[in-house]
Protein backbone atom coordinates (compact mmCIF):
# COMPACT_ATOMS: atom_id res chain seq x y z
CA UNK A 1 0.00 0.00 0.00
CA UNK A 2 1.06 3.51 -0.39
CA UNK A 3 2.59 5.23 2.08
CA UNK A 4 2.66 8.83 1.29
CA UNK A 5 -0.39 11.56 0.38
CA UNK A 6 -0.77 10.56 -3.50
CA UNK A 7 0.22 13.95 -5.99
CA UNK A 8 -2.22 15.36 -7.26
CA UNK A 9 -0.35 17.36 -10.12
CA UNK A 10 -2.49 15.12 -12.74
CA UNK A 11 -5.63 16.37 -11.81
CA UNK A 12 -5.15 19.69 -12.67
CA UNK A 13 -6.90 20.13 -16.04
CA UNK A 14 -6.41 23.65 -17.66
CA UNK A 15 -9.90 23.85 -18.84
CA UNK A 16 -11.34 24.21 -15.59
CA UNK A 17 -10.88 26.56 -13.16
CA UNK A 18 -8.17 25.77 -10.20
CA UNK A 19 -11.41 25.29 -7.55
CA UNK A 20 -12.79 22.59 -9.65
CA UNK A 21 -9.38 21.09 -11.10
CA UNK A 22 -8.19 20.00 -7.44
CA UNK A 23 -9.83 18.12 -4.34
CA UNK A 24 -11.14 19.88 -1.84
CA UNK A 25 -10.44 19.16 2.05
CA UNK A 26 -12.93 16.85 2.28
CA UNK A 27 -12.41 15.11 -0.76
CA UNK A 28 -8.63 14.79 0.04
CA UNK A 29 -9.53 13.05 3.35
CA UNK A 30 -11.86 10.41 1.64
CA UNK A 31 -9.27 9.51 -0.67
CA UNK A 32 -6.56 8.98 2.36
CA UNK A 33 -9.05 7.30 4.64
CA UNK A 34 -9.79 5.05 1.19
CA UNK A 35 -6.18 4.23 0.08
CA UNK A 36 -3.86 4.77 3.69
CA UNK A 37 -6.67 3.30 5.71
CA UNK A 38 -6.40 0.23 3.28
CA UNK A 39 -10.19 -0.52 3.04
CA UNK A 40 -10.77 -3.09 0.80
CA UNK A 41 -14.00 -1.70 -0.47
CA UNK A 42 -15.74 1.83 0.33
CA UNK A 43 -19.11 3.32 0.19
CA UNK A 44 -18.80 6.92 -0.75
CA UNK A 45 -21.23 7.94 0.56
CA UNK A 46 -20.71 12.10 0.49
CA UNK A 47 -24.13 13.86 0.19
CA UNK A 48 -25.28 14.27 -3.48
CA UNK A 49 -23.01 17.15 -5.96
CA UNK A 50 -19.99 16.87 -3.63
CA UNK A 51 -17.16 15.06 -6.15
CA UNK A 52 -17.51 11.56 -5.71
CA UNK A 53 -16.27 10.56 -8.92
CA UNK A 54 -13.03 12.66 -9.05
CA UNK A 55 -12.84 10.77 -5.84
CA UNK A 56 -13.27 7.46 -6.65
CA UNK A 57 -11.02 7.87 -9.97
CA UNK A 58 -8.14 9.22 -7.61
CA UNK A 59 -8.28 6.31 -5.40
CA UNK A 60 -8.54 3.64 -8.16
CA UNK A 61 -5.19 5.24 -9.55
CA UNK A 62 -3.63 5.22 -6.86
CA UNK A 63 -3.97 1.58 -6.07
CA UNK A 64 -4.28 0.65 -9.98
CA UNK A 65 -0.56 -0.08 -9.97
CA UNK A 66 -0.63 -3.45 -8.09
CA UNK A 67 -4.15 -4.17 -10.12
CA UNK A 68 -5.16 -4.95 -13.81
CA UNK A 69 -7.96 -2.63 -14.85
CA UNK A 70 -10.70 -0.61 -13.33
CA UNK A 71 -14.62 -1.03 -14.33
CA UNK A 72 -17.08 1.30 -13.74
CA UNK A 73 -20.74 0.40 -13.64
CA UNK A 74 -22.76 3.34 -14.29
CA UNK A 75 -26.28 4.55 -15.95
CA UNK A 76 -26.81 4.57 -19.44
CA UNK A 77 -27.01 8.38 -19.25
CA UNK A 78 -24.05 8.69 -17.43
CA UNK A 79 -21.70 6.77 -19.34
CA UNK A 80 -20.11 9.90 -21.46
CA UNK A 81 -19.60 12.18 -18.62
CA UNK A 82 -17.91 9.02 -16.95
CA UNK A 83 -15.85 9.32 -19.78
CA UNK A 84 -15.33 13.02 -19.40
CA UNK A 85 -14.55 12.67 -15.84
CA UNK A 86 -12.05 10.16 -16.38
CA UNK A 87 -10.37 12.72 -18.80
CA UNK A 88 -9.93 15.28 -15.98
CA UNK A 89 -9.03 12.82 -13.17
CA UNK A 90 -7.63 9.74 -14.49
CA UNK A 91 -5.41 11.34 -17.26
CA UNK A 92 -3.02 9.17 -18.99
CA UNK A 93 -5.08 6.03 -18.79
CA UNK A 94 -7.10 4.30 -21.77
CA UNK A 95 -10.75 4.68 -21.74
CA UNK A 96 -13.42 2.31 -23.46
CA UNK A 97 -17.36 2.59 -23.28
CA UNK A 98 -18.95 -0.65 -23.36
CA UNK A 99 -20.87 -1.78 -26.72
CA UNK A 100 -24.09 -3.93 -26.28
CA UNK A 101 -22.99 -4.76 -29.81
CA UNK A 102 -19.79 -5.89 -29.23
CA UNK A 103 -18.26 -9.38 -29.22
CA UNK A 104 -16.88 -10.22 -26.33
CA UNK A 105 -13.95 -11.20 -27.65
CA UNK A 106 -13.56 -8.22 -29.31
CA UNK A 107 -14.21 -6.34 -26.40
CA UNK A 108 -11.86 -8.25 -24.14
CA UNK A 109 -9.33 -7.48 -26.83
CA UNK A 110 -9.79 -4.20 -26.47
CA UNK A 111 -7.78 -4.24 -22.82
CA UNK A 112 -8.08 -0.95 -21.72
CA UNK A 113 -7.12 0.48 -18.25
CA UNK A 114 -10.83 2.02 -17.40
CA UNK A 115 -13.70 0.17 -19.03
CA UNK A 116 -17.23 1.86 -18.54
CA UNK A 117 -20.27 -0.64 -18.71
CA UNK A 118 -23.91 1.09 -18.36
CA UNK A 119 -25.79 -1.03 -15.42
CA UNK A 120 -28.40 -1.30 -17.90
CA UNK A 121 -26.35 -4.08 -19.87
CA UNK A 122 -24.02 -5.45 -16.87
CA UNK A 123 -25.95 -8.55 -16.74
CA UNK A 124 -25.10 -9.83 -20.19
CA UNK A 125 -21.36 -8.12 -20.31
CA UNK A 126 -18.47 -10.55 -20.44
CA UNK A 127 -16.55 -11.16 -17.56
CA UNK A 128 -13.61 -8.68 -17.34
CA UNK A 129 -10.52 -9.39 -15.44
CA UNK A 130 -10.53 -6.31 -13.77
CA UNK A 131 -9.49 -5.81 -9.84
CA UNK A 132 -11.14 -2.18 -8.89
CA UNK A 133 -14.84 -1.70 -10.07
CA UNK A 134 -16.57 1.26 -9.62
CA UNK A 135 -20.18 1.12 -9.14
CA UNK A 136 -22.10 4.79 -9.54
CA UNK A 137 -25.86 5.34 -7.90
CA UNK A 138 -25.07 2.22 -6.05
CA UNK A 139 -28.56 2.97 -4.66
CA UNK A 140 -30.43 1.48 -8.30
CA UNK A 141 -28.99 -1.89 -7.14
CA UNK A 142 -31.02 -1.83 -3.98
CA UNK A 143 -33.61 -4.87 -5.17
CA UNK A 144 -31.26 -7.69 -4.16
CA UNK A 145 -32.93 -10.23 -6.93
CA UNK A 146 -33.13 -7.55 -9.07
CA UNK A 147 -31.61 -8.21 -12.78
CA UNK A 148 -29.22 -5.37 -12.73
CA UNK A 149 -28.66 -5.63 -9.08
CA UNK A 150 -27.32 -9.31 -9.27
CA UNK A 151 -25.50 -7.94 -12.85
CA UNK A 152 -23.71 -6.33 -10.57
CA UNK A 153 -23.07 -7.67 -6.99
CA UNK A 154 -23.89 -11.06 -7.85
CA UNK A 155 -26.46 -13.05 -5.34
CA UNK A 156 -29.08 -15.81 -5.16
CA UNK A 157 -31.46 -16.53 -8.07
CA UNK A 158 -32.86 -20.25 -8.55
CA UNK A 159 -28.74 -20.90 -7.99
CA UNK A 160 -25.84 -18.70 -7.06
CA UNK A 161 -25.32 -15.75 -9.35
CA UNK A 162 -21.64 -14.37 -10.15
CA UNK A 163 -22.11 -10.67 -10.70
CA UNK A 164 -19.43 -7.59 -12.30
CA UNK A 165 -17.91 -7.38 -8.80
CA UNK A 166 -18.27 -10.77 -7.21
CA UNK A 167 -14.23 -11.51 -6.37
CA UNK A 168 -12.82 -7.79 -6.68
CA UNK A 169 -10.25 -6.67 -5.31
CA UNK A 170 -11.98 -3.65 -4.12
CA UNK A 171 -14.87 -2.45 -4.77
CA UNK A 172 -15.84 1.59 -5.25
CA UNK A 173 -19.27 2.65 -4.58
CA UNK A 174 -20.67 5.80 -4.97
CA UNK A 175 -23.79 7.62 -4.08
CA UNK A 176 -25.42 10.95 -1.93
CA UNK A 177 -28.69 8.60 -1.00
CA UNK A 178 -26.72 5.22 0.56
CA UNK A 179 -30.45 4.55 2.02
CA UNK A 180 -33.90 5.27 -0.09
CA UNK A 181 -36.56 4.11 2.01
CA UNK A 182 -35.12 0.94 4.13
CA UNK A 183 -31.77 -0.14 5.77
CA UNK A 184 -33.13 -3.38 3.34
CA UNK A 185 -31.43 -1.45 0.32
CA UNK A 186 -27.78 -1.40 1.18
CA UNK A 187 -27.58 -5.27 2.03
CA UNK A 188 -26.36 -5.72 -1.77
CA UNK A 189 -23.45 -3.99 -1.76
CA UNK A 190 -23.08 -5.28 1.69
CA UNK A 191 -23.25 -8.71 0.89
CA UNK A 192 -20.77 -8.42 -2.36
CA UNK A 193 -18.36 -6.72 0.09
CA UNK A 194 -18.17 -9.23 2.47
CA UNK A 195 -20.11 -7.68 5.82
CA UNK A 196 -20.11 -10.55 8.01
CA UNK A 197 -23.03 -8.60 10.29
CA UNK A 198 -25.61 -11.20 8.48
CA UNK A 199 -24.86 -13.54 6.64
CA UNK A 200 -27.97 -13.78 4.87
CA UNK A 201 -31.10 -11.24 3.43
CA UNK A 202 -33.00 -12.47 6.38
CA UNK A 203 -30.78 -12.08 8.95
CA UNK A 204 -29.79 -8.14 8.29
CA UNK A 205 -33.64 -7.26 7.88
CA UNK A 206 -34.45 -8.67 11.40
CA UNK A 207 -31.66 -6.76 12.36
CA UNK A 208 -32.05 -3.67 10.97
CA UNK A 209 -35.62 -3.57 9.18
CA UNK A 210 -37.80 -6.30 10.86
CA UNK A 211 -40.36 -7.53 7.83
CA UNK A 212 -44.06 -6.90 8.58
CA UNK A 213 -47.01 -7.83 6.04
CA UNK A 214 -48.64 -4.13 4.50
CA UNK A 215 -51.81 -5.02 3.24
CA UNK A 216 -53.11 -2.71 -0.31
CA UNK A 217 -56.85 -4.01 -0.64
CA UNK A 218 -57.03 -8.22 -0.57
CA UNK A 219 -53.32 -8.13 -1.40
CA UNK A 220 -50.12 -8.67 1.17
CA UNK A 221 -46.77 -7.61 0.62
CA UNK A 222 -43.75 -7.74 2.49
CA UNK A 223 -42.36 -4.75 3.68
CA UNK A 224 -38.73 -3.08 4.94
CA UNK A 225 -39.23 0.13 6.43
CA UNK A 226 -39.79 0.01 9.91
CA UNK A 227 -36.17 0.63 11.15
CA UNK A 228 -34.30 -1.10 13.92
CA UNK A 229 -30.89 -1.01 15.94
CA UNK A 230 -29.82 2.45 13.54
CA UNK A 231 -26.57 3.34 15.62
CA UNK A 232 -25.24 -0.01 15.49
CA UNK A 233 -26.01 -0.42 12.08
CA UNK A 234 -24.41 3.47 11.55
CA UNK A 235 -21.25 1.85 13.56
CA UNK A 236 -20.65 -1.10 11.32
CA UNK A 237 -20.76 0.69 8.45
CA UNK A 238 -18.46 3.14 9.30
CA UNK A 239 -15.96 1.03 10.72
CA UNK A 240 -16.32 -1.17 7.53
CA UNK A 241 -17.06 0.67 4.17
CA UNK A 242 -19.06 3.69 4.66
CA UNK A 243 -16.77 7.27 4.16
CA UNK A 244 -19.30 9.98 5.09
CA UNK A 245 -18.50 13.31 6.25
CA UNK A 246 -20.81 14.93 8.47
CA UNK A 247 -22.36 17.92 7.05
CA UNK A 248 -20.16 20.20 9.82
CA UNK A 249 -17.28 18.57 8.37
CA UNK A 250 -17.36 20.23 5.15
CA UNK A 251 -20.36 22.93 5.23
CA UNK A 252 -17.24 25.48 5.42
CA UNK A 253 -15.87 24.17 2.23
CA UNK A 254 -19.28 24.47 0.00
CA UNK A 255 -21.91 26.99 -0.73
CA UNK A 256 -25.12 26.47 1.98
CA UNK A 257 -27.92 25.70 1.04
CA UNK A 258 -30.98 28.16 1.53
CA UNK A 259 -34.62 27.59 1.69
CA UNK A 260 -38.00 29.41 1.61
CA UNK A 261 -41.80 28.12 0.82
CA UNK A 262 -44.75 29.39 -1.63
CA UNK A 263 -47.95 29.17 -0.03
CA UNK A 264 -50.96 28.19 -2.26
CA UNK A 265 -54.58 27.55 -1.38
CA UNK A 266 -55.95 24.69 -3.47
CA UNK A 267 -59.81 22.77 -3.45
CA UNK A 268 -58.49 19.75 -1.65
CA UNK A 269 -59.45 16.67 -3.06
CA UNK A 270 -59.09 14.60 -0.13
CA UNK A 271 -61.30 17.03 2.06
CA UNK A 272 -63.92 13.92 2.21
CA UNK A 273 -61.51 12.26 4.65
CA UNK A 274 -59.43 12.80 7.80
CA UNK A 275 -55.72 13.15 7.79
CA UNK A 276 -55.93 9.94 10.01
CA UNK A 277 -57.28 8.23 6.89
CA UNK A 278 -54.76 9.67 4.28
CA UNK A 279 -51.73 8.78 6.63
CA UNK A 280 -53.30 5.28 6.93
CA UNK A 281 -53.47 5.00 3.45
CA UNK A 282 -50.18 6.00 2.75
CA UNK A 283 -48.89 3.96 5.40
CA UNK A 284 -50.60 0.91 4.43
CA UNK A 285 -52.91 0.90 1.67
CA UNK A 286 -56.67 1.52 1.52
CA UNK A 287 -59.28 4.20 0.49
CA UNK A 288 -59.68 1.81 -2.43
CA UNK A 289 -56.34 0.17 -2.44
CA UNK A 290 -54.27 3.48 -2.66
CA UNK A 291 -55.51 4.63 -6.18
CA UNK A 292 -57.12 7.88 -5.03
CA UNK A 293 -54.42 8.64 -3.33
CA UNK A 294 -52.14 8.47 -6.59
CA UNK A 295 -54.93 10.37 -8.28
CA UNK A 296 -55.61 13.10 -5.39
CA UNK A 297 -51.71 13.87 -5.29
CA UNK A 298 -52.22 13.92 -9.04
CA UNK A 299 -54.66 16.49 -8.95
CA UNK A 300 -53.26 18.44 -5.89
CA UNK A 301 -49.81 18.58 -8.35
CA UNK A 302 -51.95 20.16 -11.35
CA UNK A 303 -53.94 22.49 -8.83
CA UNK A 304 -50.56 23.64 -7.19
CA UNK A 305 -49.41 24.39 -10.72
CA UNK A 306 -51.63 26.44 -11.98
CA UNK A 307 -51.80 29.08 -8.66
CA UNK A 308 -48.19 28.96 -8.83
CA UNK A 309 -47.47 29.74 -12.67
CA UNK A 310 -48.35 33.28 -12.33
CA UNK A 311 -45.09 34.00 -9.73
CA UNK A 312 -42.86 31.96 -11.88
CA UNK A 313 -43.44 33.78 -14.53
CA UNK A 314 -42.58 36.67 -12.32
CA UNK A 315 -39.37 35.60 -11.12
CA UNK A 316 -37.81 34.77 -14.65
CA UNK A 317 -39.48 38.58 -15.39
CA UNK A 318 -37.34 39.90 -12.62
CA UNK A 319 -33.87 37.83 -13.65
CA UNK A 320 -34.45 34.88 -11.99
CA UNK A 321 -33.61 31.36 -14.37
CA UNK A 322 -35.42 28.51 -12.27
CA UNK A 323 -35.36 24.82 -12.95
CA UNK A 324 -38.84 24.11 -11.65
CA UNK A 325 -39.09 20.36 -10.19
CA UNK A 326 -42.50 18.32 -10.28
CA UNK A 327 -43.67 14.89 -10.45
CA UNK A 328 -46.46 14.02 -12.90
CA UNK A 329 -45.87 14.50 -16.29
CA UNK A 330 -49.17 16.53 -16.81
CA UNK A 331 -47.55 19.03 -14.55
CA UNK A 332 -44.58 19.63 -16.02
CA UNK A 333 -46.17 19.98 -19.51
CA UNK A 334 -48.88 22.56 -17.90
CA UNK A 335 -46.05 25.02 -16.53
CA UNK A 336 -43.60 24.69 -19.45
CA UNK A 337 -46.51 25.46 -21.73
CA UNK A 338 -47.28 28.82 -19.73
CA UNK A 339 -43.42 29.63 -19.34
CA UNK A 340 -42.99 28.63 -23.11
CA UNK A 341 -40.39 25.85 -23.04
CA UNK A 342 -40.35 22.32 -23.75
CA UNK A 343 -40.91 19.88 -20.53
CA UNK A 344 -38.43 17.21 -19.47
CA UNK A 345 -40.10 14.21 -18.73
CA UNK A 346 -39.96 10.34 -18.92
CA UNK A 347 -41.68 10.77 -22.43
CA UNK A 348 -38.70 12.43 -23.91
CA UNK A 349 -36.02 11.14 -25.19
CA UNK A 350 -32.28 11.05 -23.52
CA UNK A 351 -30.88 13.13 -26.37
CA UNK A 352 -33.92 15.63 -26.24
CA UNK A 353 -33.40 15.70 -23.02
CA UNK A 354 -29.63 16.22 -23.20
CA UNK A 355 -30.52 19.13 -25.99
CA UNK A 356 -32.81 21.20 -23.44
CA UNK A 357 -29.92 21.23 -20.74
CA UNK A 358 -27.47 22.23 -22.76
CA UNK A 359 -29.62 24.97 -24.24
CA UNK A 360 -30.95 25.94 -20.97
CA UNK A 361 -26.89 26.24 -19.88
CA UNK A 362 -26.01 28.11 -23.08
CA UNK A 363 -28.87 30.70 -22.21
CA UNK A 364 -31.34 30.23 -24.62
CA UNK A 365 -34.16 29.97 -22.60
CA UNK A 366 -34.74 31.08 -19.09
CA UNK A 367 -36.42 28.05 -17.26
CA UNK A 368 -35.97 24.38 -16.98
CA UNK A 369 -39.08 22.45 -16.18
CA UNK A 370 -38.59 18.67 -15.60
CA UNK A 371 -39.76 16.04 -13.55
CA UNK A 372 -37.79 14.83 -10.71
CA UNK A 373 -37.86 10.83 -11.80
CA UNK A 374 -36.57 11.95 -15.56
CA UNK A 375 -33.96 14.11 -14.42
CA UNK A 376 -33.45 13.96 -11.00
CA UNK A 377 -30.11 12.26 -10.97
CA UNK A 378 -26.87 12.28 -13.04
CA UNK A 379 -27.38 15.48 -15.22
CA UNK A 380 -24.29 17.90 -14.80
CA UNK A 381 -23.74 21.35 -16.27
CA UNK A 382 -26.81 22.85 -14.51
CA UNK A 383 -24.90 24.51 -11.75
CA UNK A 384 -23.07 26.97 -14.11
CA UNK A 385 -26.25 28.49 -15.26
CA UNK A 386 -28.72 28.87 -12.24
CA UNK A 387 -28.42 28.42 -8.14
CA UNK A 388 -32.52 28.70 -7.81
CA UNK A 389 -35.00 25.81 -8.38
CA UNK A 390 -38.45 25.27 -7.73
CA UNK A 391 -40.07 22.11 -6.22
CA UNK A 392 -43.93 22.45 -7.64
CA UNK A 393 -44.18 18.65 -6.10
CA UNK A 394 -42.22 16.44 -4.69
CA UNK A 395 -41.09 12.82 -4.86
CA UNK A 396 -42.37 10.50 -1.91
CA UNK A 397 -39.17 9.55 -1.72
CA UNK A 398 -37.12 12.29 0.03
CA UNK A 399 -33.64 10.32 -1.47
CA UNK A 400 -34.93 11.83 -4.84
CA UNK A 401 -35.46 15.07 -4.04
CA UNK A 402 -32.21 15.60 -2.40
CA UNK A 403 -30.64 14.29 -5.89
CA UNK A 404 -32.65 17.05 -7.71
CA UNK A 405 -31.56 19.63 -5.35
CA UNK A 406 -27.82 17.96 -5.84
CA UNK A 407 -28.18 19.31 -9.95
CA UNK A 408 -27.88 22.51 -8.80
CA UNK A 409 -25.61 21.99 -5.27
CA UNK A 410 -22.94 20.07 -6.89
CA UNK A 411 -18.81 20.92 -7.58
CA UNK A 412 -19.05 24.17 -9.87
CA UNK A 413 -21.01 25.36 -8.18
CA UNK A 414 -20.22 29.37 -6.55
CA UNK A 415 -23.21 30.58 -5.05
CA UNK A 416 -25.44 28.95 -2.42
CA UNK A 417 -28.28 27.16 -3.68
CA UNK A 418 -32.07 28.54 -2.85
CA UNK A 419 -34.70 26.15 -2.86
CA UNK A 420 -38.21 27.09 -3.07
CA UNK A 421 -40.91 24.36 -2.42
CA UNK A 422 -44.51 25.31 -3.00
CA UNK A 423 -47.08 24.12 -0.69
CA UNK A 424 -50.90 23.86 -0.49
CA UNK A 425 -53.20 23.40 2.00
CA UNK A 426 -54.10 20.14 1.10
CA UNK A 427 -53.45 16.96 3.45
CA UNK A 428 -52.23 15.18 0.78
CA UNK A 429 -49.21 17.81 1.08
CA UNK A 430 -48.93 17.46 4.34
CA UNK A 431 -48.96 13.53 4.13
CA UNK A 432 -46.37 13.59 1.81
CA UNK A 433 -44.20 15.81 3.87
CA UNK A 434 -44.59 13.97 7.36
CA UNK A 435 -43.95 10.46 5.22
CA UNK A 436 -40.56 11.99 3.90
CA UNK A 437 -39.82 13.55 7.22
CA UNK A 438 -40.11 9.94 8.96
CA UNK A 439 -37.72 8.60 5.89
CA UNK A 440 -35.33 11.27 6.15
CA UNK A 441 -34.92 10.95 10.03
CA UNK A 442 -34.55 6.50 9.43
CA UNK A 443 -31.24 8.02 6.83
CA UNK A 444 -29.78 10.45 8.85
CA UNK A 445 -30.03 7.96 12.04
CA UNK A 446 -28.65 5.49 10.03
CA UNK A 447 -25.80 7.47 8.30
CA UNK A 448 -25.17 10.36 10.31
Known sequence: MPTTIYDLSYAVNPRLGEQDARLRPYQKAAVEQAVLGERKHVLLGHHPGKGKSAMALCIAKQVKLATQSVIIICPPSLKLQWARQCAVWADGLSVGIYDSNASAAKWQEANTDISIIPDSVVHSAPRLAGSIVIVDEVHRHKANKARRTLGVFGGWKFGPVEGMATGADRIIALTGTPIVASPADI????????????????????????????????????????????????????????????????????????????????????????????????????????????????????????????????????????????????????????????????????????????????????????????????????????DFCIFVEESFTPAENEQAVARLDRMGQTKPVRVTRVISNSMIDAAVRRANDRKTHMSQETLK
Open 187 to 386: YPLLHCTGFTDASTFNEFCKKYCPPYDKFIGNHSVVCYDRPANLPMLNYKLRSSVLIRPRLEDYETQVPLLTFDQFDVQVVDPAKHYSADEINNAMARGGIEESTSIAKMRREVGVAKAKQCIGAIADMIEGGERPVVWCWHREVTEIIAASLGVKPIHGGVATADRAALVAAFVAGETNALVASISAMGTGTDGIQHAT
